[in-house]
């Protein structure tokens, strides 16, 4: 890829804050060329290091900048995003775009209409410049894959940004993009803005329209967006639920916009601290040093904030692993594959899939009750709490390949790689069968230089809180 910008762009563009960015577009102080060249510059100096991008879109994303540029000159109202340049991760559609799902066991395809996410973020005048790396069907805490070269963590490239939002992550966190959205189906959004120093947020089931957590079985995954700052991920997210929502159900409507609550940082809440993890019940859960640290950190900053902090009394039911895996893993079972794609997954994805192959409509219904239930009782035990303060991860970022053993044959590789992701992001995948927004950001950083964050747990539809206390503590 080479790119010629239309002038020289100013050397800090990638160092401002996406609103900051987003300003100067809507005040013509810098135009939508001058952004998306300058981008596109960095992804092509970082990117080979990174692997961050699979695919880089820059005539397309010249196109339109140009276009933006040219509204922009006739003095049309601006979108809010008006030439903001992000990336979207390569399990969403892109018009135009070959989409590979993060796997080598079926072949790329290309769509020829955006798909519901990427189509509201051009329609908020968004520029997209590619896409990023991503797990074998977004199924991973981490993002390699054998349909490109891992994603690695700009801190230190020889450890794993997380996934499965990864990849975006990797972009926003080396200055590649000033903001990026993702999904979050098990902790997809919190643990690689973990891994990388970044703010994450997984909104409410039902409040991203495009993403709203209740298209797959388990009603787990939602989108959410990736930022350096509350407020660039409020500004995200402003443009994120700017569409009609056609479920039955969704979240309670803002008071205003997700940017002015983090803008205006208010409130004092009662929050209850909890290192319990619902897969206690069947494997040990440790936290490392550095995982504490930062917990302890993030109480200190709280309480300096003037919030009351006190320890949580919780209990989650122990059938929970087991239910978890079933739902997770259940689309799996009807995976259809051409001959010989089966020896092209990965080793997990091929374990949990004969898992699930095998398993009965009894075992899923079974499980989906557990679930449905254990969601009410935890809703429930939080509700005396205003918020829920948790480690995010229960180590360090993880090595490259850090997450199988070769010595294993493919099964029990796949089930220890599974395992391992259990014990690395502990905390996360309880808030998916919640439904509860949830918010991370760093608070400490490791001896190695590396960030180490928290995890606050809101009530349901309780974003806007979540972005304020975020802010309030310079986050």
Not at 21 to 41: D, K, M, P, Q, Y
Not at 324 to 353: H, I, K, M, N, Y
Request: proline residues 8%; glycine residues 10%; contains cysteine.
């Amino acid at each position: 890829m080479s790119v010629q910008p239309q002038s020289a762009p100013s050397p800090d563009l990638h160092e401002m804050t996406a609103l900051q960015l987003r300003n100067r577009l809507a005040s013509g102080e810098i135009s939508a060329r001058e952004v998306t060249a300058h981008f596109l510059g960095r992804i092509e100096e970082l990117n080979p290091a990174l692997g961050a991008f699979l695919l880089v879109t820059p005539e397309t994303a010249l196109l339109e900048a140009a276009a933006a540029d040219d509204r922009f000159a006739r003095g049309e109202a601006l979108e809010l995003l008006h030439g903001m340049p992000l990336a979207h991760k390569d399990l969403a559609d892109v018009a135009g775009v070959p989409t590979t799902l993060g796997t080598a066991a079926l072949p790329p395809y290309t769509p020829e209409t955006d798909g519901p996410l990427p189509a509201v973020l051009r329609r908020a005048g968004a520029i997209s410049l590619g896409k990023t790396q991503v797990p074998e069907f977004g199924l991973s805490s981490y993002s390699e894959n054998l349909a490109g070269p891992p994603a690695r963590n700009p801190l230190n490239p020889d450890l794993s940004p997380g996934g499965s939002s990864g990849g975006s992550a990797a972009a926003v966190a080396a200055g590649m993009l000033p903001f990026a959205p993702g999904t979050d189906g098990g902790g997809s959004v919190r643990i690689p803005a973990a891994a990388t120093g970044l703010v994450g947020l997984k909104p409410n089931r039902g409040r991203v329209p495009s993403g709203s957590g209740q298209t797959d079985l388990g009603q787990f995954v939602v989108a959410g967006p990736l930022a350096r700052t509350a407020a660039d991920a409020a500004l995200l997210l402003d443009a994120m639920v700017a569409e009609p929502n056609w479920h039955a159900t969704s979240a309670a409507p803002a008071q205003g916009s997700f940017l002015s609550a983090a803008q205006r940082a208010e409130g004092r809440f009662r929050i209850g601290v909890s290192t319990l993890s619902p897969f206690s019940s069947r494997m040990e859960i440790t936290l490392a040093p550095e995982a504490v640290q930062a917990l302890e950190a993030g109480v200190q900053a709280l309480l300096g904030a003037g919030h009351d902090v006190v320890q949580a009394q919780l209990a989650y039911d122990e059938r929970y692993p087991e239910a978890f895996q079933t739902v997770w893993t259940a689309g799996l079972s009807t995976l259809e594959l051409p001959d010989g794609g089966e020896e092209r997954l990965v080793p997990l994805t091929a374990a949990v899939r004969r898992r699930a192959q095998r398993r009965t409509t009894a075992d899923l219904v079974t499980a989906m009750e557990i679930l449905r239930r254990f969601e009410e009782d935890t809703i429930r035990a939080y509700s005396a709490y205003d918020m829920i303060l948790t480690p995010v991860l229960g180590m360090t970022p993880r090595p490259i390949g850090w997450y199988w053993e070769e010595s294993l044959d493919e099964d029990a590789r796949g089930m220890e790689d599974y395992e391992r992701q259990c014990r690395y992001s502990p905390f996360t995948s309880m808030v998916n069968v919640c439904g509860l927004p949830a918010i991370t950001f760093p608070t400490a950083l490791t001896e190695g230089g590396l960030p180490m964050g928290i995890q606050l747990i809101g009530r349901p539809g309780a974003e806007a809180q979540l972005l304020a206390v975020a802010a309030q503590l310079g986050k």
